[in-house]
RNA sequence: UGGGCCGUCGUCUAAUGGUAGGACCCUGGCCUUUGACGCCAGUUGUAGAGGUUCGAAUCCUCUCGGCCCAGCCA
């Protein structure tokens, strides 16, 4: 037994915080944010972030607001605010400020007005193209705007008429005077304002110039008093440029603190590439179940706790990293196996008629609910002289390893009988179509009294009795495990699975199931995990997705 | 070759000058009314070279490799 309880690890992060609340910075105090732009929907790589800030405010007694970084209106919508608060409460987690950049648009122009005054800020006539040659290179200086140096009374007299929409779009920029020369771009005069004749989401058409990323998400964690504003690796090189407007303005100032983003094996994580697939229908929409968004996992049936533990698992560090989706699956399996109820459905059906078991007659047998779980009970399952398998449990002339049903040979039919197949019957064609077999009446629940060993146990359901129900097979969305950096340079929209979904029209589930809702888990025993999908209905009967297979042992051996 | 950041098993991560540990994956085996779960065992790692030190993944120097930045995107 490990007997110091405080020795487990912390990340970079935690460890820096909590020595900012040892030596008593921001009075022992821990804010921090999510702050996501509203242009898409949250993805697993998102997942990290909210489970890192949510859970660091949570850890440290600290608060931890959502805020919408809405600062480009020409790609926000309110669709994408309802999509993400609705995830991020499905992951469990309540903010304690719900905000929006969009809230501080007057601060933010009050915080530029005050620049322009200090000479830190002036509107620039150069054209976006100017610009960019003005800005110099990656290993050459830029050199200054000639319009750097207009007059304080010029800039504001030309800053307000870029705020009542007297100019047009591009024509002029309002940009902080930093340092042409900076080894780092993002400090050579970076704009701050530009003119957008927009209709914002929130602020309607109050506004016709509209500020920078930049100039708004440090104001905006200064304002909100985030003592940790918590961020992705990239923005390393804007930090410098956060701390400067801070320190000109006078204002609070967080502390930023970068970590690597996550990346995924066989799937991207790209709001831009997520758009694509889904604009160009590659798949049916941003949840669509192999999508890697909260809303696809959530539709495929992944559970909150099991993107809460997989995100504990991959920690936080600074380096790049791409993690194997089998541990976001381990996850998915280790939370699934604790919690969903195991049923018995055949996906590939193969008919087999038990020759001695009265005709018309059926009865009810004992199956457990959740081994894992004595609370889930038990309940009771239908069984009858008309029966389905799993093609797959049946081999005519089986291999040494396989120890299922063939001819001749005993298996147990789970919570039922043994079973011994005795005949094969064929079409024309040589297609084994149904399977005649003997029952032990003495085995009833699946044990003899005789104390004979069977090698098998199957699953299986009643002809009469069963559901029959449409279920959608997923694999990884792409063939390659970096879609986005292959060796043959092809474009990721090429490496997608073309198998990535089959779809099953005839499969029979057992008839416990005819209640299953979307949102349920539910262990198709020896198969995988299902769930029910929430969007599609056959005939107004569910179609049931699968969710993750369960690990097979079998298929490898089958494999080689 | 301007600036910033980063290199620990195949993958994700611990170890903060004192036995390189865990998880996933993989491989054996045990168990089993799910070829699941569980249990046991095993393979594999400090990018390299110097230096400091009784002792270096950790500190120093150099080398090599990788990532990010030249949007009026975030």
Not at 454 to 466: E, G, N
Not at 504 to 525: H, I, R, T, V
């Amino acid at each position: 037994m490990e007997q110091d309880t405080d020795k487990k690890s912390l990340d970079f992060i935690r460890t820096i915080i909590t020595e900012d609340i040892t030596s008593n910075k921001n009075e022992g105090r821990v804010a921090t944010r999510f702050p996501p732009e509203p242009n898409g929907y949250l993805h697993i790589g998102h997942a990290k972030s909210i489970c890192l800030n949510f859970g660091v405010a949570e850890e440290f007694g600290g608060s931890c607001n959502l805020r919408f970084d809405d600062t480009n209106p020409t790609k926000e919508d309110t669709e994408f605010v309802e999509s993400i608060m609705e995830d991020v409460k499905w992951l469990g987690f309540n903010w304690d400020g719900l905000y929006y950049a969009s809230d501080y648009f007057q601060n933010l122009y009050e915080f530029a007005v005050q620049l322009i005054k200090n000479g830190k800020a002036y509107v620039d006539s150069l054209s976006s193209e100017e610009i960019r040659q003005y800005r110099g290179t990656l290993s050459e200086p830029g050199k200054e705007s000639p319009f750097s140096n207009r007059s304080v009374e010029e800039n504001l007299e030309l800053f307000e008429k870029m705020k009542n929409g007297e100019f047009e779009e591009g024509a002029y920029v309002l940009r902080a005077k930093v340092d042409m020369a900076s080894g780092n771009l993002n400090m050579r005069d970076p704009i701050m304002y530009r003119i957008l004749k927009q209709h914002h989401h929130r602020t309607g058409d109050t506004w016709n110039i509209y500020p920078m990323y930049d100039f708004a998400h440090g104001q905006s964690d200064s304002i909100e008093k985030i003592t940790h504003s918590l961020c992705t690796l990239e923005f390393e090189d804007h930090r410098p440029l956060y701390n400067w407007f801070v320190e000109q303005l006078g204002i609070y100032a967080p502390r930023q603190i970068e970590f690597a983003r996550l990346n995924l094996t066989y799937t991207v994580l790209s709001k831009r590439k997520l758009m694509q697939l889904v604009r160009d229908n590659h798949v049916s929409g941003w949840d669509d179940p192999r999508m890697p968004t909260i809303s696809g996992l959530r539709r495929r049936g992944y559970t909150a706790a099991a993107i809460r533990n997989f995100c504990e698992k991959i920690g936080v560090t600074k380096h790049d990293s791409v993690t194997e989706v089998a541990l976001l699956e381990h996850s998915l399996r280790d939370d699934l196996n604790k919690t969903a109820l195991r049923v018995m459905g055949v996906l590939n059906p193969l008919k087999i008629v038990i020759t001695n078991y009265p005709e018309d007659s059926s009865e009810e047998l004992d199956a457990i609910n959740n081994p894992e779980d004595e609370s889930a009970g038990k309940r009771k399952v239908p069984f009858s002289k008309e029966l389905y398998i799993e093609r797959d449990d049946f081999m005519e002339d089986p291999p040494k390893k396989f120890y299922r049903l063939s001819p001749g040979r005993e298996v147990r039919f789970r919570y039922a009988y043994f079973i011994t197949c005795n005949e094969v019957i064929k079409d024309e064609e040589g297609n084994v179509i149904e399977l005649h077999c003997t029952y032990d009446p003495e085995t009833k629940g699946g044990n003899s009294p005789d104390g004979r060993k069977v090698k098998a146990t199957i699953h299986w359901v009643s002809a009469k009795h069963a559901l029959k129900r449409e279920v959608k097979l997923y694999d990884r969305l792409f063939t390659e495990p970096d879609p986005e950096h292959n060796k043959e340079g092809k474009d990721f929209i090429e490496l997608l699975n073309p198998e990535s979904l089959k779809v099953l029209d005839n499969c029979y589930l057992e008839p416990s199931l005819a209640e299953a809702k979307p949102g349920e888990n539910y262990q198709f025993e020896r198969i995988g995990y299902f769930t029910v999908d929430s969007m599609s209905y056959k005939n107004g009967e569910q179609v049931f997705n699968r969710t993750v297979t369960l690990r097979d042992a079998w298929a490898k051996v089958k494999g080689r």
